[in-house]
């Protein structure tokens, strides 16, 4: 129970009553009308997207040739065989073709390599450079400026040693 020493503070608490039990009214009768609505977290809202996309790819370089080599006595240098490459031709969402860029290799091993220009698409490789007798793979991709690269061109260069009579060797080259 609720004491009180002087009767203005009395007074005060029973004006205070009508008025807390209309707000409390007005209150119930508003969630009664309105009710508490269904809430819906942020999380929850969808959002939608869409993109357009292309692909590009780098032209290979077009058909790849070679000539050149021949006998040689051993002791004396290899003839060079030339590998020569058409221009890339030109596909769909294509990237243009910057340079071109070959590699002689034995396995994994690289004997050779070189960059060439769009315009000048061949690659003299000289006995001298091959250690060995032996088949080597050759491969050129052409480049776009972004780094990209086509799929390769290949051929195989050979170099053999015989004992024909004389010390003879051949150098030659094959495309598929």
Same mark, same amino acid.
């Given at each position: 129970m609720i004491?009180? +020493?002087?009767?203005?503070? %009395?007074?005060? *608490?029973? %004006?205070? %009553?009508?008025?807390?039990?209309?707000?409390?009214?007005?209150?119930?009768?508003?969630?009664?009308l309105f009710g508490i609505g269904a809430t819906r977290a942020a999380w929850q809202d969808r959002e939608y997207t869409s993109a357009t996309l292309a692909t590009a790819v780098v032209p290979?370089?077009?058909?790849?040739?070679?000539?050149?080599?021949? /006998?040689?006595?051993?002791?004396?240098?290899?003839?060079?065989?030339?590998?020569?490459? +058409?221009?890339?031709?030109?596909?769909?969402?294509?990237?243009?073709?910057?340079?071109? *860029?070959?590699?002689?290799?034995?396995?994994? /091993?690289?004997?050779s390599s070189g960059t060439t220009t769009t315009t000048? %698409? /061949?690659?003299?490789?000289?006995?001298?450079?091959?250690? +060995? +007798?032996g088949y080597y793979d050759f491969k050129v991709v052409a480049r776009s400026a972004s780094g990209w690269v086509s799929t390769p061109a290949t051929g195989t260069y050979r170099k053999t040693d015989a004992i024909l009579g004389i010390l003879l060797g051949t150098s030659s080259c094959t495309v598929p």
């Open positions: 004491t009180y +020493a002087d009767a203005p503070a %009395r007074r005060r *608490h029973r %004006r205070l %009553r009508p008025l807390l039990a209309v707000s409390m009214g007005v209150v119930l009768m508003l969630v009664t290979p370089p077009g058909v790849l040739s070679c000539s050149g080599g021949g /006998t040689f006595v051993l002791g004396n240098n290899p003839p060079t065989v030339t590998f020569a490459w +058409a221009a890339a031709g030109t596909l769909p969402n294509a990237l243009p073709v910057t340079d071109y *860029h070959w590699t002689l290799t034995s396995g994994a /091993t690289v004997i000048a %698409r /061949t690659a003299a490789i000289t006995g001298t450079v091959v250690p +060995a +007798a």
